[in-house]
Structures are given as structure tokens and as C-alpha cells.
């Protein structure tokens, strides 16, 4: 069983930064591929990013790709999500994710434990 809480989430001008962080706890001696999804009010949860187990390789949605990046510290069990050059349109709230999988994936499924999610909102 593994816990996972976000935090980092706010309020931010569009063109501007925030830094997302998901502090893991519990069985994080276990590999987990990690993800980023985030939910928009009325729409479907997306996937934004992943980074595997196997030798941190990193997938982006096309959305968020030279935006957006996902890097983990294993030795402080944490997830991060530095994204840059924000727009409106990434208003959601972000969630983190964790898989058994080694490569996590870009399906909600493919997840075995989220986090409770932060609220990102990006002003124009």
C-alpha cells in the first residue's frame, strides 16, 4: 500500500510557473512507474506525464510536452511536476499516481493508487 499527497498547487498568471511535488509513504521500497493526470471542471481526467521505474524514461501528453516536466527523487520518495509557460488552459486540478507496471502508461487504469489531487488555476 502505498499513500501519495500533492502539494504546490495555486493560483498563477498565464506565461508563469509552479512546481508540483507528490510525497509518497509506505511500501516506496517497492518500484512504482509514477503519473501526473489532471481533471478540468466537466471534463474527463487526462493524462499529463510518467516516468518509469526501469530507468526513469519520461512520457508527456501532447499538451504539455516542452512545457511540462516530470522527474522523481527516489531517495526523498517524491514526485514532482515542474511546469513552465502555463496557459489558461491547464486549469484542473492535478493528481499524482502510482503503478506496479514499470512503465506506467497514459490510462487511468494502468494506476494503482492516486492522491487526493491540488488545485492548479492559471489566469489570463
Known amino acids: 500500500q502505498v499513500q501519495l499527497v500533492e502539494s504546490g498547487g495555486g493560483l498563477v498568471q498565464a506565461g508563469g510557473s509552479l512546481r508540483l511535488s507528490c510525497a509518497a509513504s509506505?511500501?516506496?521500497?517497492?518500484?512504482?512507474?509514477m503519473g501526473w493526470f489532471r481533471q478540468a471542471p466537466g471534463k474527463e481526467r487526462e493524462w499529463v506525464a510518467a516516468?518509469?521505474?526501469?530507468?526513469?524514461?519520461?512520457y508527456y501528453a501532447h499538451a504539455v510536452k516542452g512545457r511540462f516536466t516530470i522527474s522523481r527523487d527516489n531517495a526523498k520518495s517524491t514526485l514532482y511536476l515542474q511546469m513552465n509557460s502555463l496557459k489558461p488552459e491547464d486549469t484542473a486540478v492535478y493528481y499524482c499516481?502510482?503503478?506496479?507496471?514499470?512503465?506506467?502508461?497514459?490510462?487511468?487504469?494502468?494506476?494503482?493508487?492516486w492522491g487526493q489531487g491540488t488545485q492548479v488555476t492559471v489566469s489570463s
Open positions: 499516481a502510482a503503478s506496479r507496471g514499470p512503465l506506467g502508461g497514459d490510462r487511468a487504469y494502468e494506476y494503482d493508487y
Open positions: 516516468i518509469s521505474w526501469i530507468n526513469d524514461s519520461t
Open positions: 509506505g511500501r516506496t521500497s517497492d518500484n512504482y512507474a
